[in-house]
Every structure is written in C-alpha cells, then in structure tokens.
C-alpha cells in the first residue's frame, strides 16, 4: 500500500504516486520507507530481479532484489550495502539489465560475497551471500558506481550492444504517433 513505480531511465514509464510511512522518519529520514516500496514496486513491473536507485533516477544507496520464483515474494532490500568479502572463486551467469533492455551476456563475477547494509527497517545486518543472490548483489551495487554489465565484456560485444541499442532508439523516435 502506498507503493508506486517509477521509471526505470531508458526503458519504460510508470506513474508515481504517493504514500506515507513513518517509521525511518523518527531519524529524519522518513522517504527511505517510500523510496524502497517504489523500487520493489518498479521492479516487479518491469519485471526484474534486481533495481539499483540510480536506475529510477535516485543517486542512493539503495538496491531491492527478489529471486522468488513462486507467487511467494521475498524481497530483500539493502541500503548502504558494502562488501567485506569476495571470494576468489568465480561463477558465471548470463546477466540482463532493465537499463540495457533485451541485451543479456554471460558475466564472470566472484560466486560468494560477504555484505553489511541496513535492512528495510534501517538495522545493521550481514548477509554471506552465494549463486545468483552473489551475483545479483554484485550487479546492484556496480550500478551504485555506474558500471553496468557490458562493461564487463570484450570491447567488440559491448560496441554491438551499445550500437544494437542506439539503433533502436533512432527507429523509435522516428515513430510519430
Ligand atoms: O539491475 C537490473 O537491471 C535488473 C536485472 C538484475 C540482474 C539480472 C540477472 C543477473 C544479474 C542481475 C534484471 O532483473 S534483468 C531481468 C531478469 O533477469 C529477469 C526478469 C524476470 C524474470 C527473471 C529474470
Ligand atoms: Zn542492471
């Protein structure tokens, strides 16, 4: 309740509304609550796995992710995430992005990471992390630094995404409706 989406930048556009919750707001930061029922919100419209702030325009620290399948959601969110532990073995999963949309690659990423953030409620809390949950931490919180998944990639395979994408983009704002 109160929830609304947002715009995920270079994809879609969902109309925000308002909502009030009160309980950061007894440490002066009452819009956390909001700012994260929004993400969620947006996340799961888009739909996603994962949303970092910066991908609806807010420059935070904050992600939410929920790697449910079933019509049981487990959202998890993070605020001031920070690893402490990568581990040196890699794995690797084929990453999609809602800000590079219908582009996906394989990405080799450290496959445990030991975090620290604040929960949904602003309490210190650790998380080991492993598999998909690892990754899709790590892919978070890159968006925080403004490094996206292609950046990952040779030179060759990101230049074809970003041409694939600019391409698209031309065809559309040639459509005039
Ligand atoms: O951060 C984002 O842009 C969201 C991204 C997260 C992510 C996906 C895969 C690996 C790492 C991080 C997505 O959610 S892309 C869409 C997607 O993967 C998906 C959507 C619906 C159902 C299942 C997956
Ligand atoms: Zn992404």
């Known amino acids: 309740p109160g929830a609304a989406r947002r715009e995920v930048i270079g994809r879609g556009f969902f109309q925000a509304e308002d909502g009030i ?19 969620l919100e947006t996340m799961y419209a888009a739909p996603g796995i994962g949303l ?18 079933e019509e049981k959601k ?7 995430p920070k ?9 690797t999963y084929e990453e999609g992005c ?6 996906f690659a394989e990405v080799d990423r450290p496959n445990q990471c030991h975090i620290k953030y604040l929960d949904y409620n602003g ?6 992390a492993e598999g998909l949950l690892a990754t899709c931490i790590q892919h978070e919180m890159d968006h925080l630094e ?18 694939k994408l600019s391409k698209r983009k031309k065809a559309l704002e040639r459509i005039v409706v």
């Open 146 to 163: 403004g490094i996206l998944f292609i950046d990952y990639l040779s030179k060759l395979k990101k230049n074809f995404i970003v041409k």
């Open 52 to 69: 970092a702030a910066i991908q609806v325009g807010v420059p935070k620290k904050v992600i939410v992710i929920d790697l449910s399948k």
């Open 123 to 128: 309490q210190n809390k650790e998380l080991k």
């Open 83 to 91: 690893i402490i532990i990568r581990s040196k073995n890699n794995s």
């Open 98 to 103: 809602l800000s590079v949309p219908g582009q």
């Open 21 to 39: 919750r009160d309980s950061w707001a007894s440490r002066g930061l009452g819009d956390v609550y909001k700012r994260q029922d929004d993400m």
């Open 74 to 80: 487990n959202p998890l969110y993070f605020v001031n």
